[in-house]
């Protein structure tokens, strides 16, 4: 079993919309959750994190987190043809020390004019 | 803000040699990190070190070796390189509970 999940998409967004990616977890003790953009050819930039339960919101995207339930979802408002990129998700579980992170395998959007 | 420097950004290598990739920081962290990311995949920890002197395996070390002797630098050495080590090499660093911060990766082909 994959310690993180993501579905893989390409999850495609019309211009405009909402882009809705979501993130489950197996180690319920994570305490810290990150939400990481790759464009393609490029390195990972950190855009969210989110440590406790609830939203939070940084300009267009907005990270929910429900420990309960284990996953955590990142929502971009208002789509841009340049929020096309891999959005990678990354948890720091309970037995992740020194600063060690799990990664998903990431979920592709493509926003679509 | 350098932040993460990697060198070189593309390498060619033929079977059976070896070569350092190098990694920097500027930013005083104390935890550093060696990941692959092949086509379409996630990433990979290859090997991370948490201090200067301390290193550990993470899920993929073999055929790699890495040292830590300032807390600025973290090279990865590749002996014997073969075609599964082609890949994407990102090194990141960070401090406990903080983002990792990426260098802007090594593409490694192996002919």
Redesign the interface.
């Known amino acids: 079993q994959k310690e993180v999940e993501q579905n893989s998409g390409p999850l495609s967004v019309p211009e405009g919309a909402i882009a809705s990616l979501n993130c489950t977890y197996s180690d319920r003790g994570s ?2 959750f ?1 939400w990481y953009r790759q464009y393609s050819g ?5 855009i969210m ?1 989110i440590y406790s339960n609830g939203d939070k919101e940084d300009g267009r995207f907005t990270a929910q987190l429900n420990k309960a339930s284990q996953y955590v979802s990142l929502l971009i408002r208002d789509s841009q043809p340049s929020d096309s990129a891999t959005y ?1 998700c ?1 948890v ?1 579980g309970t037995t992740d020390s ?4 799990q ?4 979920t592709q959007v493509v926003v679509t004019p | 803000n350098a932040g993460v420097t990697q060198t070189p950004k593309f390498r060619i290598l033929k079977i059976g040699q070896s070569m350092t990739l190098q990694c920097t920081q500027d930013m005083n962290h104390n935890y550093m990190y060696w990941y692959r990311q092949d086509p379409g995949m996630g990433l990979k920890l290859i090997y991370y070190s948490v201090g200067a002197g301390i290193t550990d395996k993470g899920e993929v070390p073999n055929g790699y070796n890495v040292s830590r002797s300032t807390t600025e630098d973290f090279p990865l050495r590749l002996e014997l390189a073969a075609p599964s080590q082609t890949s994407v090499y990102f090194c990141a660093s960070s401090t406990d509970n903080q983002p990792q911060h990426f260098g802007d990766g090594t593409r490694l082909s192996i002919l």
Do not use: I
């Open positions: 305490q810290s990150f490029k390195s990972p930039e950190l994190f990678l990354a720091k020194w600063g060690k992170l990664f998903g395998a990431g």
